[in-house]
């Protein structure tokens, strides 16, 4: 698993690429470290390249609860998620987005991280 989350001061953006298998765990560890980044540089934008991402071993209801827990501890930012190219991973992503709109967020699903970028800068 590699991932990195970093804030981009020009566009005013988290900027998050996750790839390989990664773990329920380390999906937590890395929400903590979006979340931790979203409070300190009070940015509501979250840009999400999960295009190498394997979510082969995540459940349904692992999902699920991350990305409640996502909407419920931050119910005001943006999410742009890329999605993967792998059939379940991409399934599961859009899931989880799904889910993130359900419950109140602003997310978007996008193929590339140009898509992605610009729908959030939109606003």
Known sequence: ????????QD???ILVKISGDVSSEEH???RDKILNLVRKK???RVLVDSQE???GKISTMVAFFF???VARMYPSIRIAH???KDAKSRSDVKFVSDVEANR????GKFETYEEARMWLCQS
Do not use: F, H
Not at 1 to 8: E, G, I
Not at 104 to 107: D, E, H, K, N
């Open 1 to 8: 698993m590699s991932q990195s989350v970093t804030y981009n």
């Open 104 to 107: 109140g967020l602003v997310t």
């Open 11 to 13: 566009d005013k953006v």
């Open 82 to 84: 890329i999605i993967p």
């Open 67 to 69: 990305a409640e827990s």
């Open 53 to 55: 991402l394997d979510t």
């Open 28 to 30: 937590y560890i890395i």
């Open 42 to 44: 009070n940015c509501s």
